[in-house]
């Protein structure tokens, strides 16, 4: 065990430190990028990337710093950002699932295209994998995809799509070939533009309009638009879940609302009260742990090391944590934790009621706990998968 | 930075297994549990062969001059086992207090016995020092069975004195745990002058790092025992039949597998950091080691509970492990304080 750095890494952290110090209103005010704000959330991304502080190891001729890949250097930052209160830059779909999924398995001129400009914030990206039909048994998806010389004619629905109304570009699972189930899929990525798109917003718990139905009729997308072969899209498809859940488990988030409990607890005078201290102290305890065991999962990175059923895990505790830390806030303050925005006496604009539905939402979404749970039983374990259901009788 | 064993420490580790895998295979442990006392010397000797007992001991007083790290990878690896021997009293909490308050000569005289198994201290609390006497009872006083001197600690003045001194008595408790005995030491007039006094007081602060040292041991070995614990209940899944599946492909049997390894691991996490930032003297330690011991409890209760229902009617057996590995952590969940208990004290080191 050794958790020193050496003098470069240290070097860093100062300069992460005197720069968040320097520039904090200007990270304060870039809030937003999808309403008003944009402009000025894109304008602190690109400083951002500009100083290496986000897309770090991304080569340069993609948009990126070009830095040798080095973990520590991202632990570093992370952490700077953190003990600052600050989100490191945005984080969304497009950023944080699409580019790493890109750099995989995407075309040189596709990462050219694409990768720069959705670093930045730029171009906005959403996920259409959810169907009617198909959300869990997500490899049962329908929405066609029929090639028609240069070009695929794409007909079918999409459901749950967040951002899907502010998004530049989508990328999508869709059906090349009813005859596979999972090779039956490709990964395809269309502009929202695209004539025969209708995007419906559907309203959440929230009461915000944040996810869409996508309907596509006879939407026309150039072959070359695929990423991957056509009929991988299944091994594609689940690199970037992979990435998303990597994603929703991370601790920065916990972190923050975990301080937000301890201010709470303060402000409602309960801080010094033992039952809500003890919950409190479990809580800490869990998110330790979380934080920890993303330590431990970079080093298994650094050496090479196959993190097993270790790296399956970090979903299913990060966004069941967030959900029992925002609980806590919102009992803390009684018949005020109920109020919701715009109400009188509200407490923190209501966040903590948005946050808490919000975070039970992503125990739901990318995969709901359940499934996490099978994949970490069956991937992670060994544990027999669930037999087929026998064809049901038919009625003579 | 490695977080996590380095290559010597997976070393270290691996030794422990393969040595374990000797000396306390479950029928050997099974056997031991059997005696009157539940000493493995077998097991003793091994360990002390290995350098596992004086991991905390400087090199200059016959140890390896490692630390709690090396320490708490044994002392999982023996939770793992339900191996018969209570480390954390033998080569944790004992030898830190006889380094914190001995002199040179004491040290010398003792630590490198302790190092060498010569010597097994258990540590005994609760008891008065008046007139010249020890007198007193000391309850719940651990890993007395397998030692061969006590260490009396009141209000941070040390004694050693043979187990077998006139006017102590010895009377074994029984616990569910019947790897690792607890005992009623009664101290009936025994003359201060006949033990040997450790020339140091250990203060309040050097207590509460003892302590410290002591809560991080107990939440690896109960780490230890809730992984064998999966182990087990996840093998035991994959065999077992029922309405003609078996029965690890039912959901139901699957998550609850999925929620304890969900759980335990990341407290291995904890308890590598906590032993790491007791070792280095971080200033988090002091709500870190309270707060890993209590984290500990908790994961620990649900995953025994949790794995002893996967094996459905032969999870009440005695035949089955199961309940070695139930009862090991139940017992570590009392020591070195309360789960309720130990977050208070992490809270309040907090706001300190
Ligand atoms: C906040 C939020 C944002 C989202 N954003 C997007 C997005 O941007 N793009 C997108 O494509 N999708 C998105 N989704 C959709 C999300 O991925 C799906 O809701 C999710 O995968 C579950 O699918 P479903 O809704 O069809 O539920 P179902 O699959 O019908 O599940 C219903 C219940 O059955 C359980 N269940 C189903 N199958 C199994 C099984 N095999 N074993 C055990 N239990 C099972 C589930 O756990 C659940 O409890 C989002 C969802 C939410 C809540």
Same mark, same amino acid.
């Given at each position: 065990m050794d958790l020193e750095l050496s003098e470069q890494y240290e070097s860093l952290r100062m300069e992460v430190r005197d720069f968040l110090q320097v520039n904090r209103a200007q990270a304060l005010a870039a809030r937003d990028l999808y309403g008003e704000g944009r402009d000025r959330a894109v304008a602190w991304q690109t400083i951002l990337v500009e100083k290496g502080f986000v897309a770090r190891t991304l080569p340069k001729h993609f948009g990126g710093f070009g830095a040798e890949p080095d973990l520590l250097e991202t632990m570093v930052i992370q952490q700077e950002f953190a003990r600052a209160k600050l989100p490191l830059g945005l984080s969304n779909q497009g950023i944080d699932m699409f580019v790493p999924t890109l750099l995989v398995f995407g075309t040189e001129e596709q990462q050219e295209r694409y990768i720069g400009p959705t670093i930045r914030g730029e171009m906005i990206w959403c996920q259409g994998y959810s169907e009617p039909g198909s959300?869990? %048994? &997500?490899?049962? &998806? =329908?929405t066609r995809a029929v090639r028609q010389g240069d070009r695929y004619v794409i007909n079918g629905q999409k459901i749950w799509t967040s951002t899907a109304k502010q998004a530049d570009m989508m990328f999508a699972l869709v059906r090349t070939d009813t005859a596979h189930k999972h090779a039956g899929i490709s990964y395809i990525v269309l502009s929202m533009d695209t004539p025969g798109i209708d995007v419906r917003p559907l309203m959440t718990m929230n009461g915000e309009a944040s996810f869409n139905e996508v309907f596509f009729t006879d939407v026309e997308v150039p072959c070359e638009n695929v990423v991957g072969e056509e009929g991988q899209g299944w091994n594609v498809g689940t690199t970037t879940l992979k990435f998303e859940r990597g994603m929703l488990g991370r601790p920065e988030l916990s972190e923050r609302l975990y301080l937000g409990c301890v201010d709470i607890l303060e402000r409602v005078g309960l801080k010094n009260n033992g039952a809500f201290r003890d919950r409190l102290m479990r809580l800490q305890a869990r998110l330790l742990a979380h934080k920890l065991h993303g330590m431990r999962l970079v080093t298994d990175r650094l050496e090479n090391r196959d993190s097993g059923v270790s790296s399956l895990i970090v979903k299913l505790n990060g966004c069941q944590l967030n959900y029992d830390l925002c609980a806590l806030a919102i009992d803390a303050m009684g018949? =005020? !934790? @109920?109020l919701r925005f715009g109400?009188?006496? @509200?407490? %923190? !604009? !209501?966040s903590w009621q948005t946050t808490h539905m919000y975070s039970l939402g992503l125990i739901i979404g990318g995969g709901t706990a359940q499934i996490q749970k099978n994949i970490i039983s069956?991937?992670? &374990? !060994?544990m027999p998968r669930e037999p087929k259901p026998a064809k049901a009788p038919r009625s003579a | 930075m490695e977080f996590g064993p380095s290559k010597a420490q997976r070393l270290l580790r691996d030794a422990t297994v393969d040595l374990l895998k000797q000396s306390a295979s479950v029928e050997r442990v099974r056997e031991i549990m059997e005696t009157e006392t539940a000493v493995d010397d077998e097991l003793k000797a091994a360990l002390a062969d290995q350098g596992a007992l004086g991991l905390l001991v400087s090199e200059r007083y *016959? *140890?390896? *001059?490692?630390g709690l790290f090396e320490t708490v990878l044994v002392a999982q690896e023996l939770g793992r086992n339900a191996a018969p021997f209570d480390l954390t009293t033998a080569s944790v909490i004992a030898p830190l207090l006889i380094e914190a308050a001995g002199d040179h000569a004491q040290r010398e005289q003792w630590l490198n016995k302790v190092a060498s198994g010569e010597e097994i201290v258990a540590v005994v609390r609760g008891v008065k020092e008046g007139g010249g006497r020890f007198i007193g009872v000391s309850s719940y006083a651990a890993g007395v069975n397998q030692a061969t001197s006590l260490l009396v600690e009141v209000g941070g003045r040390c004694w050693l004195l043979p187990v077998?001194?006139?006017g102590v008595t010895v009377e074994q408790l029984n616990t569910i745990d019947e790897t690792r005995r607890w005992s009623e030491v009664t101290f009936d007039g025994v003359a201060v002058s006949d033990c040997e006094r450790l020339t140091n007081r250990v203060s309040s602060q050097e207590l509460s790092r003892v302590a410290q040292a002591g809560q991080i041991a107990t939440a690896a070995d109960s780490l230890g025992a809730c992984y064998r614990g999966i182990e087990v209940a996840v093998e035991y899944a994959k065999g077992r039949e029922q309405f003609g599946r078996i029965i690890g492909s039912f959901q139901a049997v699957k998550h609850l597998c999925a929620e304890m390894i969900a759980d335990v691991d990341p407290l291995q996490s904890l308890v590598w950091y906590a032993a790491y930032a007791w070792d280095e003297r971080q200033d988090d330690i002091h709500h870190v080691a309270p707060l890993c011991k209590a984290h500990s409890a908790e994961i620990g209760y649900d995953c025994v509970t949790k794995a002893t229902q996967v094996f459905g009617g032969v999870g009440f057996t005695w035949e089955c492990d199961m309940h070695l590995y139930f009862k090991r952590v139940q017992v570590d969940r009392q020591l070195f304080g309360r789960p309720e208990e130990l977050r208070e004290q992490a809270a309040m080191a907090q706001s300190a």
């Open positions: 959300g869990s %048994d &997500l490899a049962s &998806l =329908r018949e =005020r !934790g @109920v109400s009188k006496h @509200v407490e %923190d !604009g !209501g069956e991937a992670g &374990l !060994g | *016959g *140890g390896s *001059g490692l077998a001194t006139q």
